[in-house]
């Protein structure tokens, strides 16, 4: 009647007589588990090992779930012959049945292979009589009650205290327990009402559950890997529906649990505890990761795994520690909640593969080196709450202003005194361009409040390829609440594109190589603890590797790679960075690259990323946060800032930073940089100023077009526009509250281009080499009927608007005609007709402001002379009218060998002088140089017009003058 379910569980021999673990489940005949007390009894007997063997008989408890396991003496070979023990079921429903064992010598056997006939199999001659048997089984059965009814004819005496949920009581456990309890009426309690604690297998998984190597030590005592790792087993194998991802929780009760290595879960499961300060993981392992979240090897149901971690503290042990709390690899719509990630020289949160659709409710990453990283492919991903307080640090104190830090300031974790300069000099701090919370190759993205603060020693946010995503409601600042030495905070809040990731290669990599150790993982994105992740759940992102001696666009041999040239490279998709210190590759020589194929790239080499595809493709979105990262140095500290690179110093950082590897300034050699776009959309957001340049600034880099929401107004064009030769910038006071947006000029002569729409002010600004151009709307300063707007007087017109003569195929226009704005007397204003000459466009027609009409020289005004006076004529002085009476008159004739503007020559240009009065003061006419104007048959250097009349000289083909 009985169906047993066999287990596998070794437990040690106890005592000097070897012994075999004896165990089964025990079922109704309907299936469901029995329970109940299991009595054995056995005759004296000597083993087969000729070890003596005392009568007596032993009490088992069947647990709830029918589980029942014994330790008793081999008696298989044992003498008397035919020696057996006699198994009495006693079941809680009543049911009393009886069996008989043979146990081999073996560490384990199930209670199926024990039972034998009443007649053992090893019993040949000798039996039983019915006599025996019953008077055995009543010496056994006897001294028992029947569940069912009975009377004891004295006191029951055990043997102790229970140690089992369903073993009797003795009087002294029943008093202790009912010692401290309070009875319905009368009593007052002395401390607060608490509910019973039980660890259950099921219905979720509680790891300290004893079956789960002896359960996870919440004391912190000693290690619970293995107790974690049996209960997440188990919560696999319970299963609810086969097919289905129904498992049940894994349970994390309040305590501090040490971990030396890697839990692995799968990203079917939930791990849960009861709040961010309940249930604490402490990872003790000095590399690796604490958990790892992986998909099944069953696949996904409909692509989503829908695990999730809730309510826990993951944390590091400081410095010593140096993977990551929490990586998910893979694992689309996974999701944590009230999670809290703490105190880790390593990583917080790392997201790889293709783990989209992943949701953070209130996650706390504190003292963490790298706290959040968005690797690649983390589309539609959504962070609610997201507290990040003292990134770049470990909460081990160096000094009264100091944590040990991972600034590129910070030497062996401690950051720079002040006046450690040369010779006691200042300080120079300089900006890291490492981020907080970096976001690489994702779309749709979105930090929904939270904070970032201190940003002393790393950055806060990077954006590096990332399209149509949003900052919101963020609060982002440099200093501390308490103290604040004198050191300032130069990372910027939010970079859109920024500094590109890179180290270099340890050893060699041949043509075909799939992995090569690097010098430096620490700062290296798509980031695996374990190799094998890598290879299987890979991100497959681009990056690229340069010889070390690369120069964008050179074609001069690389001396340190053989084989090709300085200025090529190879396009490399990676799986990922791993805990090996190596990188691991998934496609090698990708579609760009430009070195020839099989390159063995040496020692030394570097590895850089690329943005993919080439740049960002969509807005980001910063809307509402308040940006107040940058603050000055004081006293012993100065800043080490370049606004045209890598060091580049400012609230809020727009662009690709050129870095003297891949990443060439706007207009360098390098097509690819060249080509790189950053699109920022701005609404409401705070941002302050103040005597230090930067704090307020937006810096700009390589092509971009932004737009600012703000609800105040900005200064005139005038005012706002500043050009120097460091760039350009353009005043945010009235807009934002801070100070500048700013757009370097780089060595070559080239200015980061950037259009700047301000929709509050119907302004633009745009910037070009050397300078930059404001624009207003026109239809602020006069209406259609008349009248006019006072807000925008001292603004003047600075653009030049161009219409070009676009040809059908894809070559250089050829004409152009542009209107020209003011100021009158400034290099922008006019009118002009342009033809390109093959280099440059150069003017065929204009009208300026003195006006000189000129189609090839051959037209313009007129100009008066009333006084005495020396003129030189130039291409507006078509007609000189030369009024003497007031003193002689010398005009100087142009060069006739010149040529015009438009690269024409003065052949045939005319000027006509008219002198208007009868005084014998003389108007004389002189050529240049060796030339001479030729008058009445006569060639002379001048010609002197005495007596009222005109004279008109034209330019001959031989370069001397004709007059008549």
Known sequence: MWALLLAGCWLAAAGQVATTTVQGTVYRADGTAASGTLLVSWPQFTTAANQAVAAGSTTVAIGQDGFVSLQLAANTGASPAGSYYTAVYHLKDGTVSREYWVVPAAGTASIASVRARLEPATVAVQSATKQYVDTAVSSITGNYLQVSGGTMGGPLVLGGDPTAANQAATKHYIDGAIAGTVQKGGDTMSGPLKTPDAVNKLPRVDVRHTDFAGGADPTGQKDSTAAFQAAIAYAISAQQASGTLSYPVVYCAPGRYLINGTLRLPDTLHLIGDGRNACRLVETNATANLITVYPPSSGLLGGSSLGSIEGLSLEGSGHTTTGTLLEVDDSPQFSVSNLKLYNNGGRGLVLNGSSERFSSVNLNVEFIRWPITLSSDENESYFFNTQVPYPGQVNEPQTAYTSYCYSINCVNGVFPAANAGPGGAATPITPDPHPAIYVGDAVNVRFIGGSLKPLKYVGGFQLFSTSVSDISSFYCEGYPVYPYDNSPRLNACVTVGGAARHTTLTAALSGSGSSVPLSDVSWMPEYYGDPTDATAFGSNTEYVILPADYLSGSTAASTAAPGIQRGQYEI????????????????????????????????????EQIPGPYGAYGTVTLDEDHINAIQPPSTGYTDNCDQTGTKTCAELIFGFEPDGLF??????????????????????????????????????????????????KIGNGETAEVTASSGTALNLGNITGGSHMTAPTYANGVTAQASVRIPSANATWITKNGGASFYRGESLLYSQGGGYNNVLYGSQFANQYCWFDVPSTGTQPGMRFCLNGGPKNG?????????????????????????????????????????????????SNKTVLANASSGAQTLTLTDCSGTFSDGGARTGQEFTVVKTDGSANAVTVKAVGTQTISYGGTAAASMTIGSPGARTMVCGPDHNWYAY
């Open 572 to 607: 490399v998709s990676v799986s990922g960075f791993a805990g090996d210190g190596k990188v691991y590759f998934s496609g090698r020589n990708q579609s760009g690259s430009t070195a020839p194929a099989n390159t063995q790239w040496p020692a030394g080499s570097v590895i």
């Open 663 to 712: 990443y060439d300034p706007l207009g360098g050699a390098n097509p690819v940089t060249n080509q790189l776009n950053t699109f920022v959309n701005m609404d409401g957001d705070e941002m302050f100023s103040g005597s230090y340049a930067h704090m307020g600034e937006i810096a700009l880099h390589g092509f971009g077009s932004y737009v600012i929401k703000g609800n105040g």
């Open 827 to 875: 290099s922008n204003q006019g009118l002009e007709y342009d033809q390109w000459n093959g280099s440059k466009w150069v003017s065929a027609f204009n009208v300026i402001d003195q006006g000189t009409v000129k189609i090839n020289g051959g037209l313009a005004t007129s100009t008066v002379l009333n006084t005495a006076a020396s003129l030189t004529l130039g291409d």
